[in-house]
């Protein structure tokens, strides 16, 4: 997939976050995280946004887009 | 597994049980008059057992997951559903065409309505079927 991601660093930093506590903050399911987390899921720009702002982070530190 | 998934496995086991054992029934005793009677009875007996068997397979998923269940669908489920739904719809479609066919043709309204109903579960099947391979995919 082209777009990638750090969420799993940013969880580890993030006092270990789990997948589960993620996705309640940005309001999906569990399995949602781990399909994007996984790069098998690009999510809305809104849910990266959400997914950022988590983290307290800005988007581009949190997904990449790889050119072919 | 997510309660959505959870709910595809539910309606694909319903559906494949509760009408494989109609289709089974039906067409074992298949003769014109005898048959036609009999799919009646059978067919509001097979809705009560889907609606009975599917309802309380439901709750106990959603017992299991109660917080979940409650959820609304997120962007992932919702985009899962809607291509599931495509592709279910194609099934349909070209099952209906078959069968305004085989009308054409001739065939025995009583054959063609049954087939139709085929056609309907088999892309509830189909439905049910390209959820849970999309949820294993991740999308």
Redesign the interface.
Known sequence: MAIENEIRRLRFEHGEMTQAQLAERI??????VI?IE?N??A??LE?AFRIAHAFGAPLESVFRWKAD | ??F??KSAWIALVTYGVVFGGYFLVLFQNWQDSYGRFLSIGLLVGAVIALIVIATVLTIVAALLNPK?AN?PA????TLIDLKAERIASYTLSVGVLLMIGALLLGWNPHLVANLLLAALVVSELVKAGAQIAY?R???
């Open positions: 309001g999906m399911t569990r399995q949602t399909a996984q098998k899921y999510p809305s849910a | 597994m997510s959505r998934e979940e959820a997120d962007e992932r489920e949820f995919a991740g999308a």
